[in-house]
């Protein structure tokens, strides 16, 4: 007869130990009352340790003395932490803090206070006006895309030569 | 003083541990070549990457998770297929694995060589938690680390990896079964 899987899993928890002290107690009464259960678990017993006699597989006899061969050519690389510039983090940070703060900064602007129901406001709120359109035009538009190109190129003209360099070491 | 890149000192690591990286390596790609190829990538690496290694962490459970992470790069890279009872494709393969005992058949019946047979029988999976759990003294909470599993997924998978495996002892070692459980 097939055994009863919960059971078997049951007794490899008991024996693994990963049992409540309430679940080993019952599991502790099952084999003293079921000679089956007792039965089923003396071949667990003896499976547990026969696998606990397995051998390990053997590598070849110069296997340690090629792995040392193979090591001497190498040093400690630096540490995975050392590789992440702080710098990059936090310009990336800046880089989103001002496109958020930009963005509020240019809805709150564009919010009409006195569009609100009468009674449901009695503070009078201060009136933020920017002339938008004196600062967002062609002329300072194309001067912003001309910055970020020369920007750009800089940047491809660092990796380029630093990329060439790597290539000539 | 292994941490400071001392090479006597990590060579006392690499004795030490080399058994079991080689058996790890061996139970994913059933190849004593790709084994060895794999195990000794799995030591340069440790040793290039000793400076990430965490002070109090357990030594064996960083290397081997090394260890599973060259062996799955490794079958990747050579596009062999991971073995594992979950694919449909395995089922051949495995079933191919125990034609090839059966016409043999078992000339030494020892009993360490007949579970290890029946091990090497297994799916790369199931053999490999076996292997982690019984011989590289890991907890299941580890064992979780290295194959990157919850404890409570390994503990399945060791279950049912030894459900197997006393299933291919009941089939292929039925007699040797027998006998030893006699004695």
Same mark, same amino acid.
């Given at each position: 007869?097939?055994? #009863?899987?919960?059971?078997?899993?049951?007794?490899?928890?008991?024996? #693994?130990?990963?049992?409540?002290?309430?679940?080993?107690?019952?599991?502790?009464?099952?084999?003293?009352?079921?000679?089956?259960?007792?039965?089923?678990?003396?071949?667990?017993? #003896?499976?547990?340790?026969?696998?606990?006699?397995?051998?390990?597989?053997?590598?070849?006899?110069?296997?340690?003395?090629?792995?040392?061969?193979?090591?001497?050519?190498?040093?400690?690389?630096?540490?995975?932490?050392?590789?992440?510039?702080?710098?990059?983090?936090?310009?990336?940070?800046?880089?989103?803090?001002?496109?958020?703060?930009?963005?509020?900064?240019?809805?709150?602007?564009?919010?009409?206070?006195?569009?609100?129901?009468?009674?449901?406001?009695?503070?009078?709120?201060?009136?933020?006006?920017?002339?938008?359109?004196?600062?967002?035009?062609?002329?300072?538009?194309?001067?912003?895309?001309?910055?970020?190109?020369?920007?750009?190129?800089?940047?491809? #003209?660092?990796?380029?030569?630093?990329?060439?360099?790597?290539?000539?070491? | 003083?292994?941490?400071?890149?001392?090479?006597?000192?990590?060579?006392?690591?690499?004795?030490?541990?080399?058994?079991?990286? $080689?058996?790890?390596?061996? =139970?994913?790609?059933?190849?004593?070549?790709?084994?060895?190829?794999?195990?000794?990538?799995?030591?340069?690496?440790?040793?290039?990457?000793?400076?990430? $290694?965490?002070?109090?962490?357990?030594?064996?459970?960083?290397?081997?998770?090394?260890?599973?992470?060259?062996?799955?790069?490794?079958? =990747?890279?050579?596009?062999?297929?991971?073995?594992?009872?979950?694919?449909?494709?395995?089922?051949?393969?495995?079933?191919?694995?125990?034609?090839?005992?059966?016409?043999?058949?078992?000339?030494?019946?020892?009993?360490?060589?007949?579970?290890?047979?029946?091990?090497?029988?297994?799916?790369?999976?199931?053999?490999?938690?076996?292997?982690?759990?019984?011989?590289?003294?890991?907890?299941?909470?580890?064992?979780?680390?290295?194959?990157?599993?919850?404890?409570?997924?390994?503990?399945? =998978?060791?279950?049912?990896?030894?459900?197997?495996?006393?299933?291919?002892?009941?089939?292929?070692?039925?007699?040797? %079964?027998?006998?030893?459980? %006699?004695?």
């Amino acid at each position: 007869m097939e055994p #009863d899987k919960n059971r078997t899993s049951l007794l490899w928890d008991y024996l #693994d130990g990963n049992l409540s002290e309430k679940e080993r107690l019952a599991v502790e009464t099952l084999l003293r009352t079921d000679s089956s259960a007792q039965k089923e678990f003396d071949a667990i017993l #003896d499976m547990n340790v026969w696998l606990k006699e397995t051998e390990l597989e053997q590598p070849s006899m110069r296997f340690s003395k090629n792995v040392m061969e193979e090591v001497a050519k190498y040093s400690i690389a630096p540490t995975t932490k050392s590789y992440v510039n702080k710098k990059i983090i936090f310009s990336i940070a800046a880089f989103f803090i001002l496109i958020i703060s930009g963005t509020l900064i240019y809805m709150f602007t564009q919010i009409d206070y006195s569009a609100a129901p009468s009674g449901a406001l009695s503070v009078e709120l201060p009136k933020i006006e920017i002339d938008w359109k004196k600062w967002i035009n062609s002329t300072y538009v194309q001067v912003f895309l001309m910055a970020d190109i020369v920007f750009g190129l800089m940047l491809l #003209d660092r990796y380029l030569s630093k990329k060439k360099k790597a290539g000539l070491q | 003083m292994v941490l400071s890149g001392d090479h006597p000192a990590y060579k006392a690591l690499v004795d030490r541990y080399q058994y079991f990286v $080689f058996t790890l390596a061996y =139970r994913l790609t059933n190849s004593r070549e790709d084994a060895e190829e794999i195990a000794q990538d799995v030591f340069v690496k440790a040793f290039r990457s000793l400076a990430d $290694f965490r002070y109090g962490a357990k030594f064996s459970t960083w290397l081997f998770t090394i260890a599973q992470n060259t062996g799955i790069t490794h079958l =990747r890279k050579k596009k062999l297929p991971v073995s594992s009872l979950d694919q449909e494709g395995t089922f051949i393969q495995v079933e191919n694995h125990e034609s090839d005992f059966k016409a043999n058949q078992i000339e030494d019946k020892n009993r360490k060589q007949m579970v290890n047979q029946a091990i090497a029988m297994l799916s790369a999976d199931d053999a490999q938690v076996i292997t982690l759990f019984y011989k590289g003294e890991q907890t299941l909470d580890e064992i979780g680390q290295i194959l990157g599993l919850e404890p409570n997924a390994v503990k399945v =998978r060791l279950f049912r990896a030894r459900q197997r495996l006393k299933e291919k002892m009941e089939k292929y070692f039925a007699e040797e %079964v027998r006998t030893l459980t %006699v004695q």
